[in-house]
Nanobody, 132 residues
Framework: QLRLVQSGGGSVQSGESLQLSCSER????????IVWFRQAPGQEREGVVC????????LYAESVKGRFTASKVRRQDTAYLEMNNLKPEDTGVYYC?????????????????????????WGQGTPVNVSS
């Protein structure tokens, strides 16, 4: 069973950057895709980006494409989400998630960011607040 531990986040002004990290120290992340979700106040949780188990494939939501970059390095236990040119609408609690049914091609599914029920391992969430 994975234990995902998040760090990073905080409060910034519009246009600034933040980096989030998601670590699994016991088993690593080599065999699991990671999806980053976020949940704004009063809204449903939405998928932001999927990064494949080997880090080669990524799928971004249109709202963050060109501003956010997901990464993970083989034989390391951490996935990262670099968020640039942040906007107030990026405010929310960010979660990393993994699935016990993870496959190498998971992020090639164009609907994966909507399949929240697939993910059974979750980080604790980290708040991001962007002020204008």
């Amino acid at each position: 069973q994975l234990r995902l531990v998040q760090s990073g986040g905080g409060s910034v002004q519009s246009g600034e950057s933040l980096q989030l990290s998601c670590s699994e120290r016991r088993f690593g992340l080599d065999y699991h895709a990671i999806v980053w979700f976020r949940q704004a106040p009063g809204q449903e949780r939405e998928g932001v980006v999927c990064i494949s188990s080997n880090g080669a494939d990524t799928l971004y939501a249109e709202s963050v494409k060109g501003r956010f970059t997901a990464s993970k390095v083989r034989r390391q236990d951490t996935a990262y989400l670099e968020m640039n040119n942040l906007k107030p609408e990026d405010t929310g609690v960010y979660y990393c998630a993994a699935s016990s049914g993870s496959t190498e091609t998971m992020c090639q599914d164009r609907d994966i960011l909507k399949k929240i029920d697939m993910f059974d391992y979750w980080g604790q969430g980290t708040p991001v607040n962007v002020s204008s």
